[in-house]
């Protein structure tokens, strides 16, 4: 009886196949579990940063109205806050930087344009209206981040 112990301890001593498996398939099912929750989080990370882009863009179109006197066209659009008007008077105005610190335009974090639009708000007075089209890259979805002027 005491051989039959020994040999059994000397022949348990590695995993059976089956045990492997086990935790192999526990392993990759706690891996999607982790995989996904990322997808999630880096999700909202960029949305939070067309968010703050957009924030920006409307300070921006703020100290714009100040100094011009009123908000970009729908043609300049967004493009205004980097390049000085054609209008040679309203040029003057334009201060020698820019709006905005780089030389064109940024795109979202989904390698999409910003959507500016010129509009009036509820008092009747002009405005804008600047948005991404979010993850979809649709305009008009439920995904859209929108900015409007108050």
């Known amino acids: ?3 039959n112990k020994r040999q059994r ?3 348990r001593l590695g995993f059976t196949l089956m045990e492997v498996l086990l935790v192999m398939a526990i392993l990759v099912i706690l891996g999607t579990l982790v995989a996904t929750n990322f997808d999630g989080i880096f999700g909202g990370a960029k949305e939070k940063s067309a968010r703050i882009q957009l924030d920006s863009f409307s300070k921006q179109l703020k100290l714009y109205k100040i100094d011009m006197g009123n908000y970009p066209s729908a043609d300049q659009g967004l493009d205004g806050l980097v390049n000085a008007p ?3 008077n309203l040029a003057q105005k334009y201060p020698a930087g820019g709006y905005l610190d780089a030389a064109e335009l ?3 974090p989904w390698n999409n344009d ?3 639009e010129s509009a009036v708000d509820s008092s009747g007075l002009p405005g804008f209206v600047i948005s991404s089209a979010g993850p979809d890259g649709q305009a008009g979805n439920d995904d859209d981040i929108i900015v409007k002027s108050r």
């Open 114 to 116: 910003y959507q500016y």
């Open 1 to 3: 009886m005491c051989r």
């Open 106 to 108: 940024p795109l979202d």
């Open 86 to 88: 054609s209008d040679a």
């Open 9 to 11: 301890k000397q022949i």
